[in-house]
């Protein structure tokens, strides 16, 4: 729920106590290394302690291999692995799973965020539950921006989720507020899934904009059929959830809207 806004911070802002990066990925050999190197060095500079996550979701390049050689090298990186390829949920929801700090930070292995931007979550966890970007301009091909704004309108109307860029793959989570969702989904309709469950849960989420790239390596799969087909199957699913619980519960008051920066 909406908290009142606090005093500025005079000085340094603090630091997080604890972060754990998840870093889902499939078939993303061009970007792991380098991605880990970036996720280290923004965890270093806002968290006094880190974990970073990889999530090889069945790859069948090298992911894994180079993930797991740094990890040999550095004891804060895990890899965690699915034998196949399960879906971007269930990557997101094997990281969680696994997560052993505060706050959660999710993004994807392909390097199209800026993950300077994590700095300036720092003036925004004092009172957010949740804070979730918004790409302020979409570093995409026209037909996926087109399909973006498409799908962003479906889920607004069929939720009622006061989110802009619902997909955004930089979202910064209280572990402990994941940790009383129940997200099932196991395609892209997850990070739908996530805001929808945690504003009926009466969390705060934070809208922040956010640097979006073009990618530079490997292969985006997210506009393939299959994935978004399977999106639509789950978005009906977990409409037929969310009313089958809404039945069974207790009247609640409103969820808050998100509040934007």
Known sequence: MDRSPQAPI???LPRLAGLSIVLPCHDEAANVEAMIADATAAACRVADAHEILVVDDGSADATRALATAIGERDPRVRV??????????????????????????????DRQFDLAD??????????????????IQRADPAHRRVNAHAWNALVQHSFGLAIRDV???????????????????????????LLVRAQAAGAEIVEL?????????????????????????????????????????PAALPAAAARPV
């Open 10 to 12: 005079i000085g340094p």
């Open 80 to 109: 965690l692995a699915h034998e196949r390829n399960r879906g971007y949920g269930a990557a997101l929801r094997t990281g969680f799973a696994a997560a052993r700090l505060e706050w959660i930070f999710l993004t994807d292995a």
């Open 118 to 135: 994590l700095d300036r979550t720092l003036a925004l966890v004092s009172t957010a539950d949740i804070v979730a970007g918004y790409r």
């Open 167 to 193: 997909d955004c793959a930089f979202k910064l989570l209280r572990r402990d507020l994941i940790g009383r969702l129940a997200l099932g989904a196991d395609g892209a309709m997850v990070s739908t899934e």
């Open 209 to 249: 904009g956010v640097t979006h790239r073009p990618r530079t390596a490997g292969r985006s799969s997210g506009a393939n059929p299959a994935v978004v087909l399977r999106a639509f199957r789950e978005l009906r699913d977990l409409r037929g959830q969310l009313r089958a619980e809404a039945a069974e519960a």
